[in-house]
Every structure is written in structure tokens, then in C-alpha cells.
T-cell receptor
Framework: AQSVTQLGSHVSVSEGALVLLRCNYSSSVPPYLFWYVQYPNQGLQLLLKYTSAATLVKGINGFEAEFKKSETSFHLTKPSAHMSDAAEYFCAVSVPGGKLIFGQGTELSVKP | ETGVTQTPRHLVMGMTNKKSLKCEQHLGHNAMYWYKQSAKKPLELMFVYNFKEQTENNSVPSRFSPECPNSSHLFLHLHTLQPEDSALYLC?????????????FGPGTRLTVL
């Protein structure tokens, strides 16, 4: 069965520092993987997705993620954090039928 | 209106009330979803509709009753809810319900059950 684990429910970085949010997945079939962001009082917005093309996926707002099959990982990174990046981030894997299985989420705080 | 809209944005109801949540998508998609987002828990898929047909019911209690009259509208009818049903209810849509399709989410309805 497919599943997603996000390591760290809360990550805090300084403005300008590297952002690294970790996601590991389990899937019995080649996965489709997604990162979504949720700002307070809003729905989820797609940051990027992996659909078996390039293993390094670039998304919006300067985020990118690398699919590593050998490590079953899909970590999200951004070279330099902005205050506006403070939000909750969700990793998800798609299962047959198009359903999404989400991780528990990582809340990102950005300190001035 | 663009994207996925949800009404109302906030709802407070007693356990004996009946209310409905509405979702509308303006993206021409054929699949629609209801999710429940509770504090400290992952998003839980509740229902999936594909071309107006329900294709998934994730063991949701019968006090939640979905309705999909067409591919653009999705409702969640609520009756005799429990306080533990208080949560953010998110609607989403995707092109055809395929694995690689992006799901687009509405802003959610914050439900409080007293």
C-alpha cells in the first residue's frame, strides 16, 4: 500500500537560509508525487509534482524537489527562505484511481 | 469566479441541525473530491466522484451524505453530527481522476459542531 512520511512536523529556518523539507514514500507501483502548500485559512496549492519525467522537478516560488528511487525520497528544497514561505507543506503520493495519500504535514517557520 | 469555490467558509451547527456544504469548480474538470482536515491529522479523503458517479467512499459515517448533480457541483449534506466532526472540509477537482492529474483545492469550509 502507498504511504507518505514527512520527517519533522515543524521546521524553523532563518530568512535567507536553505529550506529542506523531507518526504519519504512507499509505493508498490511507480509513484506520482506531489508537494502542496497551505497558507493560513486557505486551501492547498500545488508547488510541484513528479510524474516520471525529469527526476529534478522545479516548482513555483523557487522550490524544487528531487525524486530518488533508491532512497524512496522526494525532499523539497529552496535555496533561500523568504518570510512569505511560512506555511504548512504537504507531501502526497497518488494511488491508482487518482486518490492522494498525504503526509502529516510540516509547518515551516521563517525567522527574520 | 475562477478555480474551486466553497460556501460557506465558516459554519457553526448544533448536533441536531441539518446543513449542506457546497463546492463549485470552474475548471471543466470531471472528478471531484471531499477531504476532511483535522488538527494534528493528515488530510483524509472522504469521497470521490468521477463523471458524476461516486467511485470512492472511504468508510465515511452515514451522517455525511454527498451529492454530485453534475461535474461542476458537489455537495456534502450534514445531519446529526458529532463534536469530533469539527474540522476544515476541503473540496478538490481534477481533470479525469487519473494518478498524474493535479488536484485543485478550494479554500475550505471551517465547520464547528457544538
Amino acid at each position: 500500500a502507498q504511504s507518505v512520511t514527512q520527517l519533522g512536523s515543524h521546521v524553523s529556518v532563518s530568512e535567507g537560509a536553505l529550506v529542506l523539507l523531507r518526504c519519504n514514500y512507499s509505493s508498490s507501483v511507480p509513484p506520482y508525487l506531489f508537494w502542496y502548500v497551505q497558507y493560513p485559512n486557505q486551501g492547498l496549492q500545488l508547488l510541484l509534482k513528479y510524474t516520471s519525467a525529469a527526476t529534478l522537478v522545479k516548482g513555483i516560488n523557487g522550490f524544487e524537489a528531487e525524486f530518488k528511487k533508491s532512497e524512496t525520497s522526494f525532499h523539497l528544497t529552496k535555496p533561500s527562505a523568504h518570510m512569505s514561505d511560512a506555511a504548512e507543506y504537504f507531501c502526497a503520493v497518488s494511488v491508482p484511481g487518482g486518490k492522494l495519500i498525504f503526509g502529516q504535514g510540516t509547518e515551516l517557520s521563517v525567522k527574520p | 469566479e475562477t478555480g474551486v469555490t466553497q460556501t460557506p467558509r465558516h459554519l457553526v451547527m448544533g448536533m441536531t441541525n441539518k446543513k449542506s456544504l457546497k463546492c463549485e469548480q470552474h475548471l471543466g474538470h470531471n472528478a471531484m473530491y471531499w477531504y476532511k482536515q483535522s488538527a494534528k491529522k493528515p488530510l483524509e479523503l472522504m469521497f470521490v466522484y468521477n463523471f458524476k458517479e461516486q467511485t470512492e467512499n472511504n468508510s465515511v459515517p452515514s451522517r455525511f451524505s454527498p451529492e454530485c448533480p453534475n461535474s461542476s457541483h458537489l455537495f456534502l449534506h450534514l445531519h446529526t453530527l458529532q463534536p469530533e466532526d469539527s474540522a476544515l472540509y476541503l473540496c478538490a477537482s481534477s481533470q479525469d481522476g487519473q494518478g498524474e492529474d493535479t488536484q485543485y483545492f478550494g479554500p475550505g469550509t471551517r465547520l464547528t459542531v457544538l
